[in-house]
């Protein structure tokens, strides 16, 4: 069974500081995904890796950044955090087949981290 | 632009019922088409999906979906409900360059 593990379940931190949610994977899937989850809205991607260094931009990067030095591990880094970015966040990990889109691709999602920002 | 929408917020069911959660989205060609569901307390597990051939897919859990090109839909079916069934689910489209999740629709069910 592929196994997605997100650091912390629950999360307080205060506005202005720098925030890590750490994910990891161990299935050696290629691409990750972090998205966040907000009541009425669905999931929304913030970023997402398809190889170790390379990340792309999904639709809400700002405010946001991520880190991937190891295939296993998908950082999610909040530079300052603010109010507005309290919300729950999921991570997500897929294998990308031979001639397949990564779209195509089944995604195996960690449990989220509940993030509150005061 | 691509969307997806799911109508309903929230629905009640009770147990043995059938239930049709309802998904439309706007896509240019035949998109890739998935269900989620996330049980309180956790991540996203996949019901099923659709990318091409028979419009009535199966899944786990005794779920079904059918994609109706004229009517832009890919609605989940369960033919009788389990309370275990309680959770959010979520429709996703995708195409080659991106994919889009539902707001999500809540299911309670009741004894």
């Known amino acids: 069974d592929v196994k997605v593990t997100q650091s912390s379940r629950y999360l307080v931190k205060r506005t202005g500081e720098k925030v890590f949610l750490e994910c990891v994977q161990d299935?050696?899937?290629?691409?990750m995904f972090w998205y966040r989850q907000d009541p009425g809205l669905g999931l929304r991607l913030i970023y997402f890796?398809?190889?170790?260094?390379?990340?792309e931009k999904g639709d809400i990067p700002e405010g946001y950044s991520v880190s991937r030095e190891k295939k296993e591990r998908f950082s999610l880094i909040l530079e300052s955090a603010s109010t507005n970015q309290t919300s729950m966040y999921l991570c997500?990990?897929?294998?990308?087949?031979?001639?397949?889109?990564?779209?195509?691709?089944?995604?195996?999602f960690g449990p989220g981290t509940r993030l509150l920002v005061l | 632009a691509q969307s997806v929408t799911q109508p309903d917020i929230h629905i009640t069911v009770s147990e043995g019922a059938s239930l049709e959660l309802r998904c439309n989205y706007s896509?240019?060609?035949?998109?890739?088409l998935f269900w989620y569901v996330q049980s309180p307390g956790q991540g996203l597990q996949l019901l099923l999906k659709y990318f091409s051939g028979d419009t009535l897919v199966q899944g786990i859990k005794g779920f079904e979906a059918e994609f109706k090109r004229s009517q832009s839909s890919f609605n989940l079916r369960k033919p009788s409900v389990h309370w275990s069934d309680a959770a959010e689910y979520f429709c996703a489209v995708g195409d080659n360059y991106d994919m889009r999740f539902g707001a999500g629709t809540r299911l309670t069910v009741k004894p």
């Open positions: 890796s398809y190889d170790v260094k390379m990340k």
């Open positions: 997500a990990s897929s294998l990308l087949g031979p001639g397949r889109s990564l779209y195509q691709e089944t995604q195996y």
């Open positions: 299935m050696d899937h290629e691409n």
């Open positions: 896509y240019g060609a035949t998109p890739y």
